[in-house]
Every structure is written in C-alpha cells, then in structure tokens.
C-alpha cells in the first residue's frame, strides 16, 4: 500500500490493555485509517497504580507477558486508556520525538505531549487544537461478524415473540455502583420501556454475580438471559444485530456507543445514584486536566444526553470516526515531509524511564 508521491504507508503500532471496549476503539480508528498496523499488547505488574504524572516515560510498569517494544520505531502510535500512556510517551521518546501519538479518552498526562487525543464529551477536556471531542467511542462492531452471529442466534431465539429489547449489562465504574439492587431495578424498568415482545438480557465480564443473580430472579418470560462467562460462546454480537430497541446501563460507554452505531432507538438506565462528588472551580478541572494531574470525574450525562437529543438512535455517530481519520492523516500525509518528521519535536516529555 502506497500513499502520496509513492511513499510506503505509516507503520502503526496499536497498544492495546486490558478493557476490551478500549482496545475495540483504537483497533476501529486502526482499521479505518487504511495503513497496516501491528497490535502491541500489553501487560502490567502493580506499578500502574501509580499516576502517569510520577511515572511519565516508562515501560516499567509493564508485565514480562507483553509484547516486545523495541525500534524500529513506528511512524504512528495509537493507544487508549490511563496505563497505555507511559508507554506511549516512551516511546515518543526512544524515537528522539519522531513518532506521533493519537491517545484515545483520557491521558492522565500534560495536553501538550500528544498531537492528537481523542476524547469524549464525559470526560470533560479542556478545548485544545490537539484535543477532538467527538459525539460517541470510536467502538463500531463488525458487520460481518454480527450477521454471522445472527445467522446462528437468530434459530434459536425465534420462539420468542418480537418485537425484542436487548439488555445490555455493565458493572461498576465510577460514579455509578452496580449490585443487587441495582440488577432488580434494572429488570423492572427494561419490563416497563419495552413495547410488548420480549426481553435479550446478556450481562458483561464487569458484571457482578450478585447483580447478575438478580437479574436472573427478577426476569420473567418471554426472556432471554445470557451471563457472561469466559471461554463461552457470547451472543453479544448476534443481540446487536437482532436488537428491535436496545437498554443499556449508564456505565458503559463503549456498550452504548455499539448499541447507538446500529441506528435503533437506545434508553439508558442508571444504575442507582452517582456518588457525590467534591468540584473544584471550572478553571481549577481545566489546569488539572492540561498538566496531566487529574480530570473531572466522569460526567456520563453528558454521553447518555447525545444518544437521548438524537431520540435514541444517532446514526450520524459514524461521521465521528471519518473525523478522526482525517484528523490523524493529517498529521502524518504532509506534502513535503515524511511521516517520521510529522509529529511535533517540541511534544517529547523530557522525562524518560527504563
């Protein structure tokens, strides 16, 4: 694959961790640029608690079990999440400030040190010429593996009548708990949102069991209840397709974000109060969220508010994704410059760790 002036493609390296919706988001952007990439996964050892502002350029914190991260390095790193971070900043740094980086959500790391980060409105970013608000995740599902699913759930769950409200089940992850209690409410509104037909319950590896023993009291027929579990078979695919309305709790930005791609109308159910929490000023969040110190708590009203504007159903999401890749071409398809000058020297953390 060749780009402009017959140059070869970017080589792209994707970090990868250890939330699948993180990783769905940078392997969708990966795909959707069109360039050959190499997943990098990683793992950690306990020094990940730590935060990117005391670890700043390190690979230390990662486990024996991950990939090697060793040059040549790429022209372009895309990474999600808190723990890819530092690793991506080393990076940056091995390569004397020539590879770009693209962090997707929150980086817990200073604004300046990435040429783009690809964020969301929850998270409450500061506006920044390298910081892209987008409406929803980058999380799309793949059609053909939904039509295959399809093609072996849809037999099986025929006897039930439509039309039919798929559940999407979450677990805990600030500000919202998800227990007991929570997994009875959820079942009840589910019971009250759908319009006849039936309930496609599938809780999630984040679930807990007493949530999940909850639900699994509280559902009544005509239902479907599929508890996640490792190594079986998963109809999460197969429900996306099948979907005729989608309940999605709170929690899940990437469930919701799937759910909201299919174009079908998306309610989305709180699982119990959000905790309080303790805001300093505005102006105080932003100072914060540029040096890399700390960002807002979670705000996921502010997601659930897209998906509810658009009426449930925001296909227009997708235009989300053809944004970023322009924005990420951007960086790197300069006339006159190879990809390896793209990124911006003046970005490299100083600090570097082995």
Known sequence: MTEHSGQPAPTV????????????????????????????RLRYNRLHHAPNWLLGATRRHTGPASDPIEPPWPDLVVAVGKR?????????RRSAGRTALVQIGRPFAPLRDFDLIVTTP??????????????????RPDPAAMTAAAEVWAPRLAHLPR??????????????????SAGAALVAEAAAVRHGGSLLVTTSPRTPPA??????????PPSFLHR??????NPYPALLALADAFLVTADSASMLAEAASTGRPVAVFEPGPPRPSIRPPG????????????????????????????GGAVPGSRDDLARTV????????RPGLDYMSAALPDAAPKEAVE
Do not use: C
Not at 126 to 137: F, G, I, S
């Open 122 to 139: 929850q998270y409450g970013l500061p506006p920044r010429a390298n910081v892209l608000e987008l409406l929803l995740p980058l999380n």
């Open 13 to 40: 390296w994707v970090l990868l961790g250890h939330r699948s919706g993180d990783n769905g988001q940078a392997l969708a952007l990966a795909a959707a640029l069109g360039w050959p990439f190499v997943p990098k």
């Open 84 to 92: 890819s971070v530092p690793v991506a900043r080393w990076i940056r």
């Open 283 to 310: 102006a105080v969040w932003r100072w914060l969220a540029r040096s890399g110190i700390a960002t807002p708590p979670r705000n996921m009203a502010r997601l659930q508010s897209a998906v509810r504007i658009a």
């Open 163 to 180: 039309p039919w409200t798929v559940v999407l089940v979450g677990g805990r992850s600030a500000p919202y708990r998800m227990d007991a």
């Open 326 to 333: 322009d924005r990420v071409k951007a960086l790197l398809l």
């Open 228 to 233: 996640w579990a490792p190594n079986a078979e």
């Open 211 to 220: 949530a999940a023993d909850a639900i699994a009291a509280a559902l009544q």
